[in-house]
């Protein structure tokens, strides 16, 4: 794999970047940094590419999009002839990534719908899909168990060993982007960048099985526990989206996107991003329903302060009015706007 041209190659690109902060192309990723190395190796061999802004956002928690482009990425998958008929038709950055995992058959819930590709990804979610690309088709403690005994994964809560093995695992946690990019560096580390036979024999294909088919099967592999059914009719969950192109360079445009899922009679979980040109922002979070077509959050999923008030208008639209949520992205942008659903 052309991701693994030599240990030499690597130390020599370490040793060159002694000394520079920035070495690895992401402002926010010091050489202190535990995953430093990892991220480092990721984008050397263009597993990832960060923000636009520069940044690499490694203690963000990761969405399953995300994980997805990682993992096509890493495994460099072919992508099949099909693509996957989505319940939210809306096109997706993420759409290439998921008809290529869908042709492996790896468990992911989001195949069919944005919304649950836009938001976060659970530790056990992530077990599985990784170990059914570089082991087989296993069950979540199976799963779990070969990222523990390859040294992929040391867990996450050390009261449970021994004990609880999902527990010990944390399989309902989030993870965090420099997390994942870590796993899949020991996984090259360890030589695990070879497709499991299962995952190639559905992706060859003998017995002609649809896309569609493949993709609802890899679903039904996800543990009971893991699997998301796709959200309820709520007036407020949707995909919403604004554009603007200003001028003729790359750059010269606004954008802002927010993922509206899991919607109760309370709450819904909202995903927001936002580019001005070169500034941009990204953020995951709970928003409170405070009236009938009001709604608030006041902080991230990454435990940030952000206050965003939205409020559902007649027209399908969505008016976004950020209060504060610096944290979230970087100067020069910000989230508000008046968005339409897709």
Known sequence: MKKLIGTLLFSILIIAS??????????????????YEAILWAEEYDIVNGFTDGT?????????????????NFYELETPIDELKK???????????????????????????????AATVKRGVVA????HLASGKKGLDQSIQFLL??????????????????????VTNNMTRAQVVTMLYRMDERNYY??????????????????????K?????????????????????????????????????????AVISNATSNSFSIALTANDGTASGNVNGTATITSSSKALMNKSSNGNRCV??????????????????????????NFSGTLKQQ
């Open 18 to 35: 002694a000394g520079n902060v920035q070495a690895a192309g992401f402002r926010d990723v010091s050489e202190d940094h535990y995953a």
């Open 56 to 72: 690499f956002k490694p203690n963000a928690t990761i969405t399953e999009q995300q994980l997805a482009k990682l993992l096509a």
């Open 87 to 117: 319940q939210t038709p809306s096109a997706n950055w993420s759409d290439e990534f998921y008809n290529q995992l869908a042709s492996y058959g790896v468990p992911l819930n989001g195949y069919f719908d944005n919304r649950i590709r």
């Open 128 to 131: 599985q899909a990784i170990a």
């Open 149 to 170: 005994d390859t040294y992929i994964s040391s867990g996450l809560n050390p009261q449970y060993e021994d004990r609880n093995l999902q527990k010990f695992y944390g």
């Open 194 to 215: 070879e497709i499991s036979a299962d995952a190639q024999a559905i992706h060859e294909n003998a017995n002609n099985v649809s896309l569609m088919t493949r993709a």
């Open 217 to 257: 099967n890899a679903q039904s592999q996800l543990d009971k526990s893991l699997q998301q059914a796709t959200p309820g009719k709520s007036a407020w969950e949707g995909v919403y989206t604004y554009y603007y192109k200003w001028g003729k360079g790359a750059n010269d445009f606004n954008r802002r996107d």
């Open 308 to 333: 965003v008030e939205f409020e559902r208008l007649s027209n399908n639209a969505l008016k976004v009015s950020e209060i504060d949520c610096r944290a979230e992205r970087n100067e020069g942008t």
